[in-house]
């Protein structure tokens, strides 16, 4: 009986075209999930298949269920939530709102309100009544999220699947527990803190942030270059959890007043990741943020993946397989300045070429290259370690970051004695590189002899492919963002999908890509830094040579529909 009213259901959503009939019909997945029709609605909205919105109207219209809105509170008693289990709710797709104690009435949302064990669930733990709204599944994830804080951290943990394929490579040293809580080395901490990992990684994030405050723990992850909330998960966690990844990097877990620096390696599903992690103590306890590298992924990274136009990766080329002389990259934090340098390092990492890298941290263990660690703490700087290369016979030399004049000169020095460096600055473009050089110390006519290219480069987000939208913008509006008749021509143009779909994460966007601004230092621009020339008028000659800027870059990449024009503008200005 319970199985035909399912399927009577389903009929109707199909009658009233808010299912396709053709993605019903011989579906194996809605005949694996036939015994519980709120997994088969989870499925039709996760898939883009129906629209969650027309579900919930479809419920208040064809079976009189009362709409839920934002202005419903969740307003509900200790005591109630610990009878429930979290795992219910989530597996069920129902939230608790409000409790009356006086008629034993308990207020719900439900995605499916049609949903019997749901009810049979309630009664057998004691409600008498049942007050029902609907909403969607937007609606209701967000409302699990915002319960999720309140309830018992164990009834919370219990709930968190993830895989089982990450361990780490090194055996933990034996650490004196006594100095935290013993939950750091129970099983659902252990659980919680590879899964986040695993996750994170799954998900291809380049950050996790673990946030303490007030009245929750809120885990972010950073995808494509913009950070996301996750999971809010209960605050009585939050000190077993960073002493769990404490433990993990081999730092000191008694120290809470001051900032650490530690690494941890894992391995997920057979590939080595690496974790730069970083605490900071705020005032709700300390927060955790974790970088992943994966290793091995650097290592196949191909200068023609990054993002170069054709002609732009010839004078790269012709950058990094100069006899000597200097390749500078730049650009802020996180805008692909290691991935760049090390795809030009992997390209001359040849038998006959002896290279040695000095970093702060060593990002990825490349085979074949001799990386150094620099440690400022005990006299191990940039400029210590530069000095002692020069006596090593390198052909070619990786300075993590000129930050002084000191490391700078040295620099320079090992470029003028027949060595290629490559280095990198923190500037917005090109030209302001040689301005940097200058204003730290070191003579133009040294900047104009040694330095041969500037990368300059930032991330942008690619469109998903899978519902990018085509756009037909007007003319003058195309050529007011600075594109050319020829452009305009031959340009397909796209936007991103505002609502997304699965494969976006519901974004619009998948993946990353670089623009970059390549300056070659020829004879006349030489000239004109030894003339004492600013970063624009080097910049305007450079132009007029045909180097394309950043926000031109961009537009290229806009114009083959690999980004729009959201994008190109929230990354860089015109």
């Known amino acids: ?18 299912v396709p009939v053709e993605k019903v019909r011989g579906n194996s997945k ?80 439900m995605l499916n309100p049609l949903d019997k064990e749901v009810i049979n669930y309630l009664k057998f733990i004691g409600i008498k009544s049942l007050n029902i709204y609907v909403a969607t599944l937007s609606e209701i994830e967000e409302l699990l999220k915002e319960v999720s804080t309140m ?49 994170a990684y799954n998900k291809g994030a380049s950050d996790i942030h673990i946030e303490p405050f007030e009245k929750e723990l809120r885990v972010r992850y950073r995808i494509d270059g913009i950070l996301r909330t ?76 990054l993002g170069f136009e054709e002609d732009d990766l010839v004078i790269v080329r012709k950058g990094i397989y100069s006899p000597w002389g200097m390749v500078l990259v730049t650009g802020p934090t996180g ?27 060593v990002e990825v263990s490349i085979p074949g290259i001799n990386q150094v660690q620099v440690k400022e703490q005990i006299g191990l700087t940039f400029a210590t370690v530069l000095r002692a290369f020069l006596r090593q016979d390198p052909d070619i030399i990786l300075v993590g970051e000129i930050r002084d004049g000191e490391t700078a000169e040295i620099a320079i020095k090992a470029a003028l004695t027949g060595h290629l460096v490559f280095s990198t600055l923190h500037t917005n473009d ?68 505002p609502q997304g779909c699965p494969k976006c994460n519901h974004t619009g966007y998948k993946g990353r890509t670089a623009v970059h601004e390549i300056l070659w230092l020829d004879d006349e621009i030489k000239k004109a830094i030894n003339q004492g020339a600013t970063s624009d008028q080097i910049k305007e000659i450079a132009i007029k040579k045909g180097m394309r800027t950043l926000y031109q870059d961009g537009l290229i990449k806009f114009k083959k529909g690999i980004t729009d024009i959201a994008e190109i503008e929230r990354v860089l200005m015109k």
């Open 1 to 18: 009986m319970e199985q035909q009213r399912k399927l009577f259901i389903l009929r109707k959503l199909v009658d009233l075209g808010i």
């Open 430 to 497: 090109a030209p302001s590189s040689i301005i940097r050089l200058i204003d730290i110390g070191v003579d133009k006519f040294l900047v104009s002899t040694t330095v041969n290219l500037i990368i300059a480069q930032r991330l942008i987000r690619k469109l998903c492919n899978e519902c990018k939208m085509p756009i037909d913008y007007d003319k003058h509006a195309l050529k007011g963002f600075g594109l050319s008749d020829e452009d305009i021509e031959t340009g397909t143009f796209f936007k991103h999908n």
């Open 335 to 361: 805008s692909g300045k290691t991935t760049t340098l090390y795809s030009a390092l992997m390209e001359r990492n040849k038998e006959d070429v002896n290279i040695s890298t000095a970093e702060d941290p």
């Open 151 to 199: 309830m018992p951290a164990a009834s919370v943990l219990e709930d968190l699947e993830f895989g089982e394929n990450v361990a780490e490579e090194e055996i933990i040293e034996e650490v004196d527990l006594s100095k935290i809580s013993k939950e750091a080395e129970e099983a659902p901490i252990i659980k919680l803190s590879y899964g986040l990992i695993e996750e």
């Open 30 to 109: 809605i005949k694996e999930l036939e015994n519980d029709f709120t997994d088969i609605l989870v499925y039709l909205i996760k898939e883009g298949i129906a629209n969650e919105q027309d579900i919930k109207n479809f419920f208040v219209k064809h079976f009189n269920f009362k709409p839920f809105t934002k202005d419903l509170q969740i307003n509900i008693p200790k005591e109630i939530l610990e009878q429930l289990s979290f795992s219910s709710l989530n597996k069920e797709k129902f939230v608790p709102i409000s409790y009356n104690p006086e008629n034993n009435s308990l207020t719900i949302v």
């Open 230 to 305: 996750v999971r809010k998960l209960p605050t009585a966690i939050k000190d077993s959890l960073v002493a769990r990844y404490k433990i993990m990097a081999k730092l000191d877990i008694s120290e809470k007043r001051l900032p650490q620096d530690g690494r941890i390696r894992v391995i997920i599903a057979g590939k080595k990741v690496d974790l730069r992690m970083s605490t900071v103590p705020t005032v709700y306890g300390e927060k955790i943020v974790m970088r992943l590298q994966d290793a091995e992924s650097y290592l196949n990274v191909k200068l023609e993946n």
